[in-house]
């Protein structure tokens, strides 16, 4: 079976990443070319030898950073490459007063033990609002959910949506269990409403290839959405399975004597446990490396927890 191409117009250059460093989409032409979202601190870099090579900006300056939403994955390059390029920042204005003050646990960076660099604000992005972006025009919509103040991009044109963490091909980003966000999970519905009426032909996710089957991605997020609406303890467990997980891409190994207390130590898997799961620490880092290796996500090596998730950038 063949696949069909993705045909996304010239335009549009999408650098897909990994799970680290959420992938970026270069929109060339118009008044220069945008970039929405830099991926993570750690793989700065990457992201600056990708954005600047010859499949990207070539030799040209970046107009304008615009981000989905505020996760480390998303905005770890936005300091560097506006301090390069001499360009504003447009970020979403629900999540912009996070930024303004940085929250460092509204923004998950220092509570989920995630590092950022931090950049300021310059234009707001109001959901609603339209803008030329490269060659084409692009809506701001809201989606809530994974993130309470995210935005996802479509252009009508040629139906194509910028979904950060809101739609994967299989699923969206983690969501806060109702003990910690009681609005996530009704928004993260919400939201999947919004996106199935718009009739979508490309998704350029977050994570992951873009993709035109678009229907069964959105049918794959219900049935996700559906499991985690009937179980606050399942939303717990995946999401701290989930950023547990992420920061092993960071660390690459992490020794598993010390999980117990590390995971004590971190705000979001401590509030977690308190208000939702309430096992022992020992019970919860059982249950996270047990898990995640069960899962293929991480092996046992020597001692350590070793990714077992690529990171080839
Ligand atoms: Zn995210």
Redesign the pocket.
């Known amino acids: 079976m063949t696949l069909p191409a993705i045909d996304l117009p010239r335009s549009v250059h999408v650098f897909v990443r990994d799970w680290l460093s ?1 992938n970026h989409v270069l929109l060339k032409g118009g008044d220069g070319p945008v970039l929405v979202d830099t991926g993570y601190d750690s793989h700065k870099a990457l992201t600056q030898a990708l954005v600047e090579g010859p499949r990207g900006l070539a030799g040209t300056r970046l107009a304008k950073i615009v981000n989905t ?1 505020g ?1 480390s ?2 905005v770890g390059g936005n300091a560097l490459l506006s301090a390069r390029h001499g360009c504003p920042i447009a970020f979403p204005a629900v999540e912009a007063r996070a930024v303004d003050a940085w929250d460092e646990r509204a923004l998950l960076y220092g509570y989920a033990d995630q590092r950022c660099d931090r950049f300021g604000v310059d234009e707001r992005i109001e959901a609603g609002s339209t803008h030329r972006w490269g060659e084409l025009a692009w809506r701001a919509l809201a989606a809530p959910g ?2 309470m103040g ?1 935005l996802v991009y479509f252009n009508d044109e040629h139906r194509i949506l910028i979904a ?2 809101a739609l994967w091909q299989r699923g969206f ?1 983690f969501v806060l269990p109702r003990a910690l966000d009681p609005d996530a999970l009704p928004a993260t519905r919400a939201t999947l409403d919004l996106l199935a009426a718009l009739d979508v032909r490309f998704v350029i996710p ?1 994570h992951g290839e873009p993709f035109d089957a678009v229907e069964p991605a959105l049918e794959f997020a219900y049935a996700r959405l559906a499991s985690l609406e009937a179980d606050d303890e399942r939303v717990a467990r995946y999401a701290c399975k989930a950023i547990f997980s992420y920061k092993l891409l960071e660390v690459r190994r992490f020794p598993e004597a010390d999980l117990e207390r590390y995971l004590q130590s971190v705000g979001l898997y401590r509030d977690m446990n308190d208000r939702v799961l309430r096992m022992t620490p020992a019970a919860l880092a059982a249950f996270v490396a047990d898990d995640l290796v069960r899962a293929g996500a991480v092996r046992r090596e020597g001692g350590d927890l070793v990714t077992a998730l690529g990171t080839a950038g």
Do not use: Q
């Open positions: 959420a939403h996760h994955d998303h994974h993130d995210a950060g963490d980003g977050g």
